[in-house]
């Protein structure tokens, strides 16, 4: 499988030293209305925002504290013994924030790349009302709020679904397809219809493979 960006889509933090290892990633945006100019932060707001910007799990993968970075204030995980990091989370200066991870990848016969949808599907569920929620406000983010997903570097790549049957399989990505950006979802309140808009975004990626199921069982 190709690097996982060409030129023309590097990674903004690649200007900060930042490096991933190579492999599918996941990238969430949390994004204020557009065109709505947010007040200027306080202290205890930016404090309170950088210690939630901490607590971040993308795919689960824990951060270190907060460093300045030129495109903001970065947390990342732990580089490996090559210097590259598999997960970050950025705040920028327009106060937007960025969390990426690149997905763990097995071999599933005769896939050589196969990664399952859970591995961040499932932590930001779990992320949205007591860490996503309370940093959209300490920001002050002028609502309504959303949030912008994308599945990068999937060339070559499948994706772990269940049948209808109930056993899974890695279903390929079609060929061609890099790269799949989801519907971008309100989060004002997420209630149950938020979260109903939310779950049908995460399906499309199971759709574009061709799942037996679109919706998993623990969404």
């Not at 210690?51 to 795919?59: G, I």
Request: aromatic share 6%; hydrophobic share 45%; charged share 15%.
């Amino acid at each position: 499988m190709r690097e996982p960006f060409s030129a023309g889509e590097l990674p903004l933090l690649h200007d900060g030293g930042v490096v991933m290892p190579p492999g599918p990633q996941w990238r969430c945006r949390l994004l204020p209305a557009p065109g709505v100019a947010g007040h200027p932060l306080t202290a205890a707001q930016r404090q309170h925002a950088l210690a939630l910007l901490q607590q971040l799990r993308p795919a689960g993968i824990p951060l270190a504290p907060p460093v300045p970075h030129p495109a903001g204030l970065l947390c990342h995980a732990h580089p490996d013994t090559d210097g590259r990091v598999q997960a970050y989370a950025l705040l920028r200066a327009d106060r937007s924030v960025e969390m990426v991870a690149v997905l763990p990848t097995g071999c599933w016969p005769p896939h050589a790349h196969a990664w399952w949808p859970g591995v961040y599907e499932i932590p930001l569920l779990q992320q949205i009302p007591p860490l996503l929620l309370p940093l959209a406000g300490a920001l002050a983010l002028p609502a309504p709020c959303s949030l912008q997903m994308t599945l990068l570097a999937l060339q070559g790549s499948a994706l772990i679904a269940k049948r209808q049957q109930g056993s899974e399989r890695a279903y390929p990505l079609p060929a061609g397809v890099d790269r799949i950006e989801l519907p971008t979802v309100r989060l004002d309140g997420f209630d149950a219809e938020r979260k109903r808009a939310l779950i049908q975004a995460l399906d499309q990626v199971r759709r574009c493979a061709g799942a037996d199921t679109a919706t998993a069982f623990y969404l």
